[in-house]
């Protein structure tokens, strides 16, 4: 039975503004786009192009645009703005978690909570947006979802989709780009959450349902039961991609394992996720065809961090332990040969859909330099790289006349990611 949002106005309610503070912070968000300015006086900049720190820069944004930037003994006259001491803290660029599952609370028993209910989901999707937002991150990609009958808009699909369209506009969620589901082979993943294609002709059918249902991008899943063998061929992969191109929609694809990533590369999708068994060959021909790699290290080093604080058997045992070791190296070790053969690099935490949380992007770029990145191209990584692959020029930027999109810690993230953690002011742009 489809439940819509009149037809159950508590859990409707629960997902908007109570009316007295919408009518009040959409009055704000409309005199702030007229009116309103604000200038942000001797901070720090790092804006994750160059190795460089920044120093004494105020910035001035009026209407959600940034109007200048100048060194502090060097300001325009900024009016009537208000004024925001930021001396000591450095600004950053609005993060993207280039890897997420929105609806999917993560933690040790990530895999269970797929099945909770669309209502349960919609709530995890609600904290998950706090998460992000107060942590720094200001673009989501999503990459899979499940499939469900929303509570509010009444349609059967990736649930994700209805949280892009109503949490657009909002300076207080994340910008949203979603995937729709998983399209995987039958019996990959737990039975009705995913869309589930027998064979070559319906992985096809399914992946264009997607776009169809409104989709930003296609996620394909290209791990199977065996290791050794993607579930899907090159050629079949390519029909995909080709379809989905001429619809002007990208194409991205799960591969943990070489197998699906070397299926990848050949097929030409436009990103991998994971790439944990990359080799040489496979980062070369990755470079050559300009197909991004999103990396998710976090998932390791959330399952190495389980070990000590969960009594499951696969983190928590000698034998488990070593697992997780051993991918994790081979992991860094896939990082290492896609940086250095060039291929485009993204990052994300892959919350929900594993272990992660959504407020811990700062984990993965502190992972990254665990896998040899400087710190300034790990915070590329989840700023400008990642816009990139999402195809939005202005995500993860600073710059005169951008988006205004952007958030202050104290420390210098180039030197101690850390710093990344220490979140002290965000100033998003409502669109």
């Not at 209910?117 to 919609?122: F, G, I, M, S, V």
């Amino acid at each position: 039975m489809q439940v819509r949002g009149e037809e159950f106005p508590a859990f409707a309610a629960s997902l908007r503004l109570p009316e007295s503070c919408r009518g009040t912070r959409d009055r704000a968000v409309s005199a702030g786009r007229e009116t309103l300015s604000t200038l942000y006086r001797d901070a720090a900049l790092a804006d994750a192009h160059s190795p460089t720190l920044q120093l004494g820069v105020s910035m001035l944004v009026e209407g959600g645009r940034i109007a200048w930037i100048r060194p502090a003994d060097s300001e325009e006259d900024p009016g009537d703005a208000e004024v925001i001491d930021a001396g000591g803290t450095t600004i950053v660029p609005g993060m993207v978690d280039c890897h997420s599952h929105l609806t999917l609370p993560g933690g040790s028993h990530w895999i269970e909570r797929i099945g909770d209910t669309p209502e349960q989901l919609l709530r995890h999707a609600e904290h998950n947006a706090k998460l992000q937002t107060h942590a720094g991150v200001r673009w989501a990609r999503d990459v899979g979802a499940p499939i469900g009958v929303d509570p509010v808009d009444g349609r059967e699909r990736a649930l994700s989709l209805g949280l892009r369209d109503r949490w657009r506009g909002h300076a207080d969620y994340p910008y949203v780009r979603a995937a729709g589901t998983w399209v995987t082979r039958a019996g990959t993943l737990p039975a009705g959450l995913t869309a589930e294609a027998e064979d070559a002709d319906e992985l096809l059918g399914l992946s264009l349902e997607q776009l169809d249902d409104g989709a930003d991008l296609v996620k394909l899943y290209l791990d199977g039961p065996d290791p050794d063998t993607a579930p899907w061929t090159a050629n079949e992969v390519r029909r995909v991609v080709s379809a989905a191109h001429d619809r002007g929609a990208k194409v991205t694809a799960h591969a943990g394992r070489l197998s699906g990533s070397r299926v990848c590369a050949e097929a030409g999708v436009d990103c991998i996720e994971h790439g944990f068994e990359l080799d040489e060959d496979c980062a070369r021909l990755m470079a050559e065809r300009r197909i991004a790699l999103v990396s998710t290290l976090t998932v390791l080093k959330s399952w190495t961090s389980f070990a000590r604080t969960t009594r499951i058997e696969r983190f928590a045992s000698p034998e488990g332990r070593k697992r997780v070791a051993e991918r994790w190296e081979a992991a860094r070790h896939s990082i290492r040969l896609a940086h250095a053969a060039g291929v485009l690099l993204g990052a994300g935490t892959d919350f929900g859909g594993g272990s992660a949380r959504a407020n811990q992007l700062a984990w993965e770029v502190e992972a990254l330099t665990e896998a040899g990145l400087e710190p300034w191209e790990a915070l590329a990584s989840v700023t400008w790289k990642a816009g990139e692959i999402l195809g939005e020029p202005e995500a993860g930027q600073i710059h005169e006349g951008g988006p205004g999109d952007f958030f202050l810690i104290h420390g210098d993230p180039l030197s101690d990611l850390s710093a990344l953690w220490r979140v002290w002011r965000v100033a998003w742009a409502a669109r």
